[in-house]
Structures are given as C-alpha cells and as structure tokens.
C-alpha cells in the first residue's frame, strides 16, 4: 500500500468535501484509481468505509455553525440504505467498465450542473 499517497487522498478529500461539501466519494474513487491503482469496484467500496469519519466531523463541525438542516439529512439518511444496497448488488454484478463510465458520466452531470447554476449568479451576487 502506498500509504503517503493514501494520506494525501484523506487529506485532500477532507479539506475540499468540508469546504466544498462534495461527497468523499466524488474524490476518494478517482484518487483510489489513480494513485493507488486500485479497481474501480474496489475504489468504490473502499471510498464508503472512508466516507464515515470525514462525513461524521464535516456534520459535526457544520452542525456548529448551525447550518444543518437536520429533518432533511435525517429524511436522506433513513432511505439511503435501500438504495445503497441495490447499488451495491449492482456493483458486484456490472462490468469494471461499466462502473468507470457511469461514475464518469455521474461526474459529468453534476459538473456541468453546478457550472450552469453558478453560471447564473452575477459576480457580487454571493
């Protein structure tokens, strides 16, 4: 294991999921895959173990600031097991090939619709 690249992976993804609020897993797979060589399947259930602490401080440390909205992650959190378990079904029968594109075009979706939602605001508008 390359453990100095899976330190600077943790580190990243901490620092950007807490002062971006992306998914651990949005950053965790791709530098799984990258930098330590790992399957995208493997990248993907290894990304979920990992995003326990760091979605466990980042709730935490924003719950302090009172910017929790706590029925709705609740809400969220009550139905996300079902589905996290169809996924992961999914991901143990699907093709490697098949995870890397719809990770891929997952990223893609969601980049180009927060690029068009902060297209729309007015530099000032904050």
Not at 40 to 63: D, F, K, M
Not at 64 to 92: D, K, M, W
Not at 116 to 121: K, P, S
């Amino acid at each position: 294991m390359d453990v100095p690249g899976a330190i600077a992976i943790g580190v990243a993804a901490g620092v950007l999921s807490g002062m971006t609020g992306l998914g651990g897993g949005i950053l965790f797979v791709p530098g799984l895959v990258f930098f330590l060589s790992l399957s995208q399947l493997n990248a993907e259930s290894t990304s979920l173990l990992a995003i326990i602490p760091v979605a466990l401080v980042g709730a935490w440390r924003q719950h302090r600031y009172g910017n929790v909205r706590l029925r709705e992650g609740l809400t969220v959190a009550a139905l996300s097991p079902v589905g996290v378990a169809a996924g992961v079904f999914l991901a143990n029968h699907l093709s490697e090939r098949v995870l890397e594109l719809s990770f891929a075009a997952v990223q893609l979706v969601f980049a180009f619709g927060l690029a068009r939602r902060a297209l729309r605001y007015k530099a000032g508008d904050g």
